[in-house]
């Protein structure tokens, strides 16, 4: 896989308001709005001289234009932050990568998040733990566990697709148009962008944006946004 310097950037300048709201006036990515909003929202808080409004309101727009899961869900997020004004949503500590892995085991499987400080469990987590005798938490307490049902292949598969789409070239759209039909089609697609460093860095990113969306999504849907409890 290709470095992805930008996402690196924009790791580095998530505590500097005006070297964040420089990167992104310069680059916006149209696949690293999740990434973007999420860096946003943690330099607002030392945002004391609104470096970062313009590129708030760009970003808000980006992400209503765009339209994926969970980008109204953060648009809105961005509105009532610039406005300081209060979500409907409950704040949770989760992690929304961890909770994107929860979502992307098998159909059915059963993680959970801890409500008292949003650790996040994936069944395989808790098989291990169980396995290996360090877990004796139960988890049959909804006041404080909010199961996670995975949701299998299906969404992973509509990234794929929607990630060729947006390529351009012919002959690479055939190949892994091809690469992903039929049984295992995630190998035979990996195996083909490996022929493409540079666009193997795009996909990760476009994939890792898609998920944190997602993530974002079924948490509201749950009644949560990311983020401390006040």
Known sequence: MGHDRWIDDLRAARADPRALAELLSADLPYDGLQHAGDAVLAARVE??????GKISEELIEALRARGWDGDDILAGTLERDAAASASKLTPLGVDLEDLADALAE???????????DGQVWTEIAIEASRDAGLLEVEFDDPTR???I?????QAPY??????IATIDDHDTVG???DAIDGKGAFRRFYIQLERYPDLLTRWHRFNNDTRLGQARQWLADEGYQPGRPT
Do not use: N
């Open 106 to 116: 098998h159909a059915g499987s059963e993680g959970f998040v801890d409500l008292h």
């Open 158 to 163: 509509r990234t794929m697709q929607r990630f």
């Open 145 to 147: 566990w909010l199961l």
């Open 175 to 177: 190949r892994l148009t």
């Open 47 to 52: 945002d004391t001289d609104a470096a970062l």
């Open 149 to 153: 049902v995975g949701q299998g292949p």
